[in-house]
């Protein structure tokens, strides 16, 4: 477990006082995936790096497994930090080295014995899929293939967590896919806590457990990652959640709308055309379904549809208090 109780980092210089994390509390539970989303700027990174204290937190608590980080001497800090694995946009592999020497480094870098680390190397790279690859220099790799190699890395001294920094922000929507499916791969297999920096929704909602919104160094929003995309609370997160969740519907379309504009949201696998048909047939107003799609978050279906519903304005309000009763949200657009 991760607890953070009140941390701040402020950036002292002769002239300014920048506070990068302003007050932070969260835990984050051992074995979940935790996600950490905000624009650039918003703190992500000094929050991550407090949690390993590649950061010293200028006040506040970073405890790892009930042991605060903060009161170790640098010996004991160093050796915790084999248990705290991390893996950064940019790979940082030593290109003069082969892949094999790069994982290999961290292993005799915390004092394994010669005669276990070419088995250990072998059987990391077996999981991270780069067996083939062990010879090679980083400069052969693709960026997914670097990438897997750092994890590979990483991973070396059996951390009980891995911290990632934007590990996807440099990779292209597929390779993106393989990482995240390679980092759940590895959160199921070994029980590894994770933690992910992103600037990217769509990261969130294909692996986090649980997310938290970050704005000017604060946390403004945290919750199940099904929740924050279902009910987003905080007009930030509301943006993020747009980013995935946005229906653009053709202006042309909007102004021949002569009804209310409803949205519908529905949680889990409620049925949504039947609740649809079961309104038209019980009330005197027509229905007309514009767009709509069934996302996944963590594997639990979340449907929006966007009707127009038109009729009697009475009729038409008790349709939608009818809805109400059906779905998990309803509510009326704007249309202008
Ligand atoms: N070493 C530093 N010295 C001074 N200010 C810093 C330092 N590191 C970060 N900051 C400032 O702290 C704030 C938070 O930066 P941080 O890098 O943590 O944000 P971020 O959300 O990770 O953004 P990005 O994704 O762009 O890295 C910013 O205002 C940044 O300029």
Redesign the pocket.
Known sequence: MIELRNLTKE?KSKKDR?V?VDNVSLTIQTGEIFGIV?Y????????LRCMNILERPTSGVVRVDGVDLLQLSSKELRKTRQSIGMIFQGFYLVSSKTVYDNVAFALKAAGVENSIIRERVEELLNLVGLRDRINQYPSQLSGGQKQRVSIARALANNPKVLLCD?ATSALDPNTTKSILALLKKINKELGLTIVI?T?EMEVVKEICHRCAV?QD?RVVEQGSTFDIFSSPSDPLTKRFIETVLSFELPAKLLESIQGKLVRLQFRGDMAAEAVVSDMLQSFSVKGNILHGKVEYIQDVPLGIFIMEVNGDELEVDQALDYLRGRVSKVEVMDNE
Do not use: D, N
């Not at 650039?40 to 929050?47: E, F, M």
């Open positions: 950036f920048i990068g905000g650039s700027g918003a703190g992500k990174s000094t929050l934007e920096i600037h970050m160094g």
